[in-house]
């Protein structure tokens, strides 16, 4: 089993920045990719980036040249760097896990990100 902590949510003003990160536990060989999803108020969960264990990333249209996902494996570290936020990032913000084995998927406990003036 893959055991995700979510960690660095906050509260900002339009235009600041925020990390976020997500440590693995467990059996962490066995992850295929790691990413973020994020689900606001009465809206449905999202995709914010996925880093697959390769070089390519996908990030949704919305976070393009705002948002970096990266992922540090010696520390089994998943981080998502938010530049430029703006109110409608707001939300809670999930990391995600896929595994080789039968594509299981883990879900960290989210963290919140809000952003108001």
């Known amino acids: 089993q893959i055991q995700l902590v979510e960690s660095g949510g906050g509260a900002v003003q339009p235009g600041e920045s925020l990390r976020l990160s997500c440590v693995a536990r467990?059996?962490?060989?066995?992850?295929?990719?790691m990413g973020w999803y994020r689900q606001a108020p009465g809206k449905q969960r999202d995709l914010v980036a996925i880093?697959?264990?390769?070089?390519?990333?996908t990030y949704a249209d919305s976070v393009k040249g705002r948002f970096t996902i990266s992922w540090d494996t010696a520390k089994n570290t998943v981080t998502l760097q938010m530049n430029s936020l703006k109110p409608e990032d707001t939300a809670v913000y999930f990391c995600h896990a896929r595994a080789f084995v039968f594509s299981e998927e883990f879900w960290g406990q989210g963290t919140q990100v809000t952003v108001s003036s």
């Open positions: 880093i697959p264990n390769t070089e390519q990333t």
């Open positions: 467990g059996s962490t060989f066995s992850i295929k990719s």
